[in-house]
Structures are given as structure tokens and as C-alpha cells.
Nanobody, 127 residues
Framework: QVQVVESGGGLVKAGDSLRLSCEVS????????MGWFRQAPGKEREYVVA????????YSADFVKGRFTISRDNAKNTVFLQMNSLKPEDTAAYFC????????????????????WGQGTQVTVSS
């Protein structure tokens, strides 16, 4: 059974940085596309950024460009989300998701593309 576990969230001040981690177990990590999404209270879940199994980084949402960076360490079965210059509007639960279905042209910004989701890690940014 594939499991996805996020960590690294917390309470920070505006302008601070955080690095989220997402560890995958139960499947060869090198065969998995990984995505980060977030959901703020009362809002829809939204796409942040994704990275394909071949290491190609999918486009990131406009609101994080230049601030957030995704990376993966296949040896550790882990994907990271480095978040810099955090803003209060970045406050949300952050989720990572794993996708191993075939298809190199899948739209990784769509949550329905993913087979397994983590429970989320809360990021709170104070002003």
C-alpha cells in the first residue's frame, strides 16, 4: 500500500522560510510523479507545483513563482517544497500527492490525476 506523509509545517512570520517534506513508501519512488497542493480555510484546494518522475518540474502556480521551489531526492523517497518569503496569504494546509499512472503528458495541476494523498501539514504565516 502506497503511503504519503508530509512534514515540516509550522507557524512562522511573514518573510520567513519553511521546507516541507513528503515521504513516499510502498512504491518505487522513481516511478512516481509528485505534486504539492494547498487549501486555506473556506477555500478550494489549489495547485502549487509538481515534479515528474523524470525530474522535470511542472509549471508552478503564479502565486508562488520565484518563492517556492520543488525538488526530489529519489534515494530518500522524498519530495521537498522550499518556501521562501512567506506571506500571510500562504497560510493553508499543504498536501502532497503521488501519481504513478502511465502518461507523460498528464496535467499534474489537476488533483484528479493523483492516486494517493497525504494528510497534510499546516503552514501558518503571521503578519
Amino acid at each position: 500500500q502506497v503511503q504519503v506523509v508530509e512534514s515540516g509545517g509550522g507557524l512562522v512570520k511573514a518573510g520567513d522560510s519553511l521546507r516541507l517534506s513528503c515521504e513516499v513508501s510502498g512504491r518505487s519512488f522513481g516511478s512516481v510523479d509528485m505534486g504539492w497542493f494547498r487549501q486555506a480555510p473556506g477555500k478550494e484546494r489549489e495547485y502549487v507545483v509538481a515534479i515528474r518522475r523524470n525530474g522535470f518540474i511542472n509549471y508552478s502556480a503564479d502565486f508562488v513563482k520565484g518563492r517556492f521551489t520543488i525538488s526530489r531526492d529519489n534515494a530518500k523517497n522524498t519530495v521537498f517544497l522550499q518556501m521562501n518569503s512567506l506571506k500571510p496569504e500562504d497560510t493553508a494546509a499543504y498536501f502532497c500527492a503521488a501519481r504513478w499512472a502511465p502518461g507523460v503528458n498528464s496535467d499534474l495541476s489537476r488533483g484528479t490525476e493523483y492516486q494517493v494523498w497525504g494528510q497534510g501539514t499546516q503552514v501558518t504565516v503571521s503578519s
